[in-house]
T-cell receptor, first 116, second 115 residues
Framework: GAGVSQSPSNKVTEKGKDVELRCDPI?????LYWYRQSLGQGLEFLIY????????KSGLPSDRFSAERTGGSVSTLTIQRTQQEDSAVYLC??????????????FGPGTRLTVL | GENVEQHPSTLSVQEGDSAVIKCTYS??????FPWYKQELGKGPQLIID?????GEKKDQRIAVTLNKTAKHFSLHITETQPEDSAVYFC??????????????FGKGTKLSVKP
């Protein structure tokens, strides 16, 4: 079946502008994650949605970052007033939450954000 | 909270040799440790994982070992091939009763396999 998709694949914006990044998780996956990957760095957790529960926002670096998940499916990560240090690859992952076993996180290809 | 350290940051081997990547974690309660492979321009993909109730797991040329006492786990790739060249990430998490939070990732190891 279809995997996790993200759009756009690349985004170039000017400092101070707002951007929206979209994630379409695998159908039926109730858990959705956003990560940030800076050049040569590991994956930095940003936010986690699980079903209808309140999201875990503990990884968001500032109040310029926010995310929504509508209808338990598609998610949008919004960065307001972008700064050059926001330049990174933003990765989305989804996971099927069932039973008591930890299930694999499936990652999308990411959105490469460049802030000029 | 959990902290995962990964070494080395880069690793270069000859085709056919073995490669070993090591990770340590800080939270003794963590009980699930996946390894992800990330090829250029793609998202990470799970290659193998291990739970804290086992010490070793193998899948063809890939194996992972876990030492709970020392709080470290390692990825072993035997008979390396050029297509193994990628960035590898280890991660850890506390898995409790089906309700999990976010994985904590190491900073990655760039593996280069020379023909």
């Amino acid at each position: 079946g279809a995997g996790v998709s993200q759009s756009p694949s690349n985004k170039v914006t000017e400092k101070g502008k707002d951007v929206e990044l979209r994630c379409d998780p695998i159908s039926g996956h109730t858990a959705l994650y956003w990560y940030r990957q800076s050049l040569g760095q590991g994956l930095e957790f940003l936010i986690y949605f699980q079903g209808n529960s309140a999201p875990d926002k503990s990884g968001l670096p500032s109040d310029r970052f926010s995310a929504e998940r509508t209808g338990g499916s598609v998610s949008t990560l919004t960065i307001q007033r972008t700064q050059q240090e926001d330049s990174a690859v933003y990765l989305c992952a989804s996971r099927r939450n069932a039973g008591f076993s930890y299930n694999e996180q499936f990652f999308g290809p990411g959105t490469r954000l460049t802030v000029l | 909270g959990e902290n995962v350290e990964q070494h080395p940051s880069t690793l270069s081997v000859q085709e056919g040799d073995s490669a070993v990547i090591k990770c340590t974690y800080s939270d003794s309660a963590s009980n699930y440790f996946p390894w992800y492979k990330q090829e250029l321009g793609k998202g990470p993909q799970l290659i193998i994982d291990i739970r804290s109730n086992v010490g070793e797991k193998k899948d063809q040329r890939i194996a992972v070992t876990l030492n709970k006492t020392a709080k470290h786990f390692s990825l072993h790739i035997t008979e390396t091939q050029p297509e193994d060249s990628a960035v590898y990430f280890c991660a850890g998490i506390l898995n409790y009763g089906g309700s999990q939070g976010n994985l904590i990732f190491g900073k990655g190891t760039k593996l280069s396999v020379k023909p």
